[in-house]
């Protein structure tokens, strides 16, 4: 069956930097859209980052030149490297697999919080 594995997450001061990382299992890794998406308690689930199967990306406005989206299709893996993180990044970061509306795969979420 289809996993989508995050880890990388915990409790950063402002101005610190994380690695989230995605494993994938189950899936034709290299063909899929990976992206992020975060959760912040009281607001809407929003795109952090996307790379498609050939690493073209894309940002959400807030995290341009602070986040860096990549992937490594003979690891089947994707990451998101976080710098300058601010108070405001606190969410729940999750894996995202996307070929198609039928084939959408999620995983469970890590916990990133900023906070001094």
């Known amino acids: 069956q289809v996993q989508l594995v995050e880890s990388g997450g915990g409790l950063v001061q402002p101005g610190e930097s994380l690695r989230l990382s995605c494993a994938a299992s189950?899936?034709?890794?290299?063909?899929?859209?990976m992206v992020w998406y975060r959760h912040a308690a009281g607001k809407q689930r929003e795109v952090v980052a996307g790379?498609?199967?050939?690493?073209?990306?894309n940002y959400a406005d807030v995290v341009k030149g602070r986040f860096t989206i990549s992937r490594d299709n003979a690891k089947n893996m994707v990451y998101l490297q976080m710098n300058s993180l601010k108070p405001e990044d606190t969410a729940v970061y999750y894996c995202?697999?996307?070929?198609?509306?039928?084939?959408?795969?999620w995983g469970q979420g890590t916990q990133v919080t900023v906070s001094s």
């Open positions: 189950g899936i034709v890794f290299g063909i899929y859209t």
């Open positions: 995202t697999a996307f070929l198609d509306a039928g084939r959408t795969y």
């Open positions: 790379i498609t199967g050939s690493d073209r990306t």
